[in-house]
């Protein structure tokens, strides 16, 4: 099992670790910064940093096959030699992409709270996010964009708290998700709380404030299929990929 220090604490952009496992599958650490993907989101890269200065790029992070296990993977052919369990490393992220995947993941749930419809399907990445919402009425793009910014600028504080599956089960309003139901059975769930705005099971890593989402926009409205309608947003100004 890893310490996963960014479920408490999406801005910390380095720690200091030990490596529990090399191999080819990626490296495992005591305790880590990166977000493994999941949940929709993607997952970190950074580099994990040696006393003596040697440095090994992680391009991705991945969980791993047994539950906790967190993969923070190295590009294809990069020579592992030197890199042993036991060592000691510091494991720091790239900072504008956690901070980009934060913004949007913030953003996502913003817009959850402004379409109210069942969401089934999510993808947030460092250049757009998008969500596809289980509906067949029409979406406004101007109008949603206008929803974010008015919650973005009214400043909500954004926190993470644990309920019971006992108050879930009292709530089931609180499943957004129709592809990713929250675990049960582990006693309790982590739900991410939007002061006012939204409240949903939730692992991923997110800002502090509405306010720091700053300036997104609805860059597409596609209808995927009968039932489906997929919002894309992306950053105001930011030339990028919208699917
Ligand atoms: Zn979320």
């Not at 496992?21 to 880590?32: F, H, M, N, P």
């Not at 040697?54 to 993977?73: E, N, S």
């Not at 913004?103 to 817009?111: C, E, N």
Request: proline share 5%; with cysteine.
């Amino acid at each position: 099992m890893t310490d996963e220090l960014f479920r408490d604490d999406a801005g910390l952009l380095a720690c200091d670790a030990t490596i529990t496992a090399v191999t080819e599958a990626g490296i495992e650490l005591d305790r880590t910064v990166f977000y493994p993907q999941g949940g929709g989101q993607a997952g970190d890269t950074g580099a994990l940093v040696r006393a003596d200065g040697a440095t090994l790029a992680i391009t991705d992070t991945r969980k791993g096959t047994a539950p906790g296990q967190i993969l923070h993977l190295v590009a294809p052919g990069t020579d592992l030699s030197g890199w042993a369990t036991g060592q000691a490393v510091t494991a720091t992220i790239d900072a504008a992409r956690r901070q980009a995947h934060r913004r949007f993941h913030t953003a996502t749930h913003l817009l959850c709270a402004l379409v109210p419809h069942p969401v089934d399907g999510c993808s947030i990445t460092a250049g757009y996010a998008r969500l596809d919402f289980h509906m067949n009425e029409p979406l406004d793009k101007d109008a949603l964009t206008a929803g974010i910014a008015r919650l973005v600028a009214a400043a909500h504080p954004v926190g993470t708290r644990w309920i019971t599956d006992a108050e879930l089960d009292a709530n089931p309003g609180l499943v957004r998700s129709m592809s990713v139901q929250p675990p049960r059975g582990l006693g309790r769930i982590r739900v991410l709380e939007i002061e006012g705005v939204d409240l949903q099971p939730c692992g991923g890593t997110h800002v502090a404030n509405t306010a720091e989402v700053g300036d997104v926009m609805v860059t597409k409205i596609e209808k995927k299929s009968a039932m489906t309608r997929r919002v894309v947003l992306g950053f105001a100004g930011a030339a990028g990929p919208t699917n």
